[in-house]
């Protein structure tokens, strides 16, 4: 038995995956919870000590034997998070988070600087926007001045247990084209967008590996710390997308990936660079060597959550009387920024249900008008990506969301196209496992596209495919978005 891991490190928990590459099956997985520091700010932060601890406490749960026999491990990790450490790898402060919407006055003050949205976008191939790293750098020079004089290390969360394993300081495209400090066209950082934040910032910034490469080997600490073989290869690791784009198969034109976890994401292999900022389609590098135009929200099942405790509910019950409502949920909407929103851009955002009437208004229908808003927030994604061209054949849907069969099927509807789910549900995990091997085997662009058709299955059983409904959704979905614009001024005064 040789085994691959891969490492997820999300925002509510760290996973761990442990992955017979001969067998084609996990052998054995584990995870630990990380807590989050939340202020009415928009504040949402983390402390690399506690990711520091929970890497060690899931690796604890795995048997011995078995974390023996690794051959190679991948880190998958949730993105645009900013981590900084001074010369000795001590962090100057928490870990700002990728829904942290604290730092809308540093995109305002970095998009003047270059000059206007145009010139952001013509760099980063992206808006200048709060979830993204670069504002959050700028928020640490501003308000903690000496911790900035003292930082050496800047890392994103994978790069940080990446620096955990191997000691070394490096970075991959995909997660890099995160941060707003990258020029995903070229596949190199850019100068322009460092000095809007310090003239001395390129300078820090990590020297960037390709995707098949290691970002080097387990050092004899982290061997001893984890219980597992010192000097096996850690691949180059990426974002939670990226690395879910591998572990759903998402690795070739036409294919998407739906993830509906806290936030809400949609993204689609490209060979060639695809974004469309205004319309929230990042233009992000896939860590595969190709590009992977993504589209994000910052309420997913952040939604339904908030509504299922406002009514007490079980999540059985939520799903029972959601499913009692009809499809549109007769008019009830569900505007779901309870964090502030990324997609459209509303970092002041707020949640809101509307269109309730006396004959309405329900349980039934709110539960089912918040499973649609979110499905309603990534159709816009959807429809940039057709667009540009891009014509979808199948959506691969990961996430809470994929474990309700009514989620499946009102994703099916609204989007109008065919959705399969993977046979694993840690398509992050998973993901980084097969990235491992794949640096294991030499890499190379067609070998991550065989080593994909080789490990990653569906389960044909949670297939949904578009039904009656979807004629009623195109009418829904026009009157969420009528909604959204008139209520959206709401949220954009100063």
């Not at 290691?214 to 219980?227: F, I, N, Y």
């Not at 998973?430 to 490990?455: F, S, T, Y």
């Amino acid at each position: 038995m040789n085994i691959a891991a891969g490492i997820d490190l999300g925002t509510q928990s760290l996973k761990v995956v442990l992955y017979d590459y001969e067998k084609k099956q996990i052998a054995a997985q584990a995870s630990c919870p990380l807590e989050l520091i939340s202020k009415e700010d928009g504040t949402r932060e983390q402390k690399t000590d506690r990711y520091d601890a929970a890497l060690k406490t899931a690796f604890e749960k795995l048997p011995v034997d078995l974390r023996s026999r690794i051959q190679a491990v991948g880190v998958s990790g949730q993105q645009h998070g900013f981590v900084p450490l001074d010369k000795d790898g001590n962090a100057l402060y928490n870990v700002k988070l990728w829904n942290d919407t604290s730092t809308a006055e540093e995109c305002r003050i970095l998009t003047e600087a270059a000059g206007g949205k145009a010139e952001i976008i013509k760099e980063a191939a992206n808006l200048m926007l709060p979830g993204f790293t670069a504002p959050k750098i700028l928020w640490l020079k501003n308000h903690f001045p000496e911790a900035w004089k003292k930082l050496r290390y800047i890392l994103l969360p994978h790069d940080y247990i990446n620096f955990v394993l191997t000691g070394n300081y490096v970075m991959e495209a995909g997660d890099a084209s995160g941060t707003a400090l990258f020029n995903p066209s070229s596949r190199t950082w850019s100068q322009k967008l460092c000095s809007l934040i310090d003239d001395g910032l390129y300078d820090l910034l990590p020297p960037l590996i390709a995707s098949d490469k290691k970002a080097g080997t387990v050092s004899e600490k982290a061997s001893r710390m984890l219980g597992i073989p010192e000097g096996i290869p850690v691949s180059s690791g990426g974002g939670d997308n990226m690395m879910g784009a591998i572990g759903t198969g998402t690795v070739s034109d036409g294919f998407l990936t739906m993830s509906m976890g806290t936030s809400g994401t949609l993204y689609g292999y490209s060979d060639t660079p695809i974004a469309d900022p205004e319309q929230g389609l990042s233009g992000f590098c896939s860590s595969t060597g190709g590009w992977l135009p993504l589209l994000c929200t910052m309420n997913c099942t952040v939604a339904t959550e908030q509504i299922r405790a406002l009514f007490g509910l079980s999540v059985a019950d939520f799903d029972t009387l959601a499913e009692a409502a009809p499809a549109g949920a007769q008019g009830v909407r569900v505007l779901p920024f309870f964090n502030g929103e990324r997609t459209p851009n509303l970092p002041k955002g707020r949640a809101s249900i509307t269109g309730l009437t006396m004959t309405n208004s329900n349980r039934e229908n709110i539960c089912r008008a918040a499973m649609e808003s979110a499905v309603f927030a990534l159709k816009g994604g959807l429809d940039a990506f057709k667009k540009l061209g891009f014509k979808p054949k199948e959506i691969r849907l990961i996430g809470g969301g994929a474990k309700s069969p009514l989620w499946r099927q009102i994703a099916a509807d609204i989007m109008n196209v065919p959705v399969s789910v993977p046979a694993s549900e840690e398509a992050a995990a998973l993901g980084a496992a097969v990235q491992a091997l794949w640096c294991l085997e030499g890499g190379g662009a067609e070998a991550i596209k065989r080593l994909c058709r080789e490990h990653i299955q569906l389960n044909k059983e949670k297939s949904a495919v578009p039904g009656e409904a979807a004629g009623e959704y195109e009418k829904a979905y026009t009157d969420y978005t009528e909604i959204l614009g008139k209520l959206t001024p709401l949220y954009t005064h100063s």
